[in-house]
């Protein structure tokens, strides 16, 4: 089992819709969550973070995290077609590490 | 305010060779992270420094090693370079060992 699970998708959202993007993780100690989003021969730019069961409202990004169900995801709505691109999860276990553990990525296409 | 700075950002090295990359992180960020990324492999976490010091490594052979200096820029080091080498290396700066923010990365073809 890896340790961050995203499915690669594609995940194609017709333009204006919500995307909702899947993170799980295996470890139960995992603290820290981030969500980036990498264009294609870029490198991967922070969008979200979030550290305590919820959701989290960033524009038009939310992060929802629930700790229970080792389940993050990332909603963006009103997707454009400039959101193309692979979201990369990333957890962080304890807080004495600044080591991230990051999915393979899901690639969303936004169709105008 | 500047970003994180990785220099050079192509390379091309023959098999056996060595190769060093460096780092500027953002100013003030004490911790410096390395991570590699293949198509097959995705990004995977290299070491951390903080404050001079490695604190955390990854599953790498130990040709892969790194160094940070007083001014928190990072060098990391391949060495006897061998094809599957050639990746994308990331470096990312972090103020509190939380967010992390990567540098535009140094593409590294070995041949």
């Known amino acids: 089992q890896k340790e961050v699970e995203q499915n690669s998708g594609p995940l194609s959202v017709p333009e204006g819709a919500i995307a909702s993007l899947n993170c799980t993780y295996s470890d139960r100690g995992s603290q820290s969550f981030f969500w980036y989003r990498q264009y294609s021969g870029k490198s991967p730019e922070l969008i979200m973070s979030i550290y305590s069961n919820g959701d989290k409202e960033d524009g038009r990004f939310t992060a929802q995290l629930n700790k229970a169900s080792q389940y993050v995801s990332l909603l963006i709505r009103d997707s454009q077609p400039s959101d193309s691109a692979t979201y990369l999860c990333?957890?962080?276990?304890?807080?004495?590490?600044?080591?991230?553990?990051f999915g393979q990525g899901t690639t969303l296409q936004v169709k105008p | 305010k500047a970003g994180v700075t990785q220099t050079p950002r192509y390379l091309i090295k023959t098999r056996g060779q060595q190769v060093t990359l460096s780092c500027s992180p953002i100013?003030?960020?004490?911790?410096v992270s390395w991570y590699q990324q293949t198509p097959g492999q995705g990004l995977q976490f290299l070491f951390e420094y903080f404050s001079e010091t490695q604190r955390n490594k990854g599953n790498f052979p130990g040709r892969f090693s790194g160094r940070q200096f007083s001014n928190s820029r990072s060098e990391m080091n391949v060495s006897t370079l061998e094809l599957g080498d050639s990746a994308l290396y990331l470096c990312a700066s972090s103020l509190d060992r939380l967010e992390a923010f990567f540098g535009q990365g140094t593409r590294l073809t070995v041949v």
């Open positions: 990333a957890v962080k276990g304890s807080s004495n590490t600044g080591k991230l553990i």
């Open positions: 100013s003030g960020h004490r911790s």
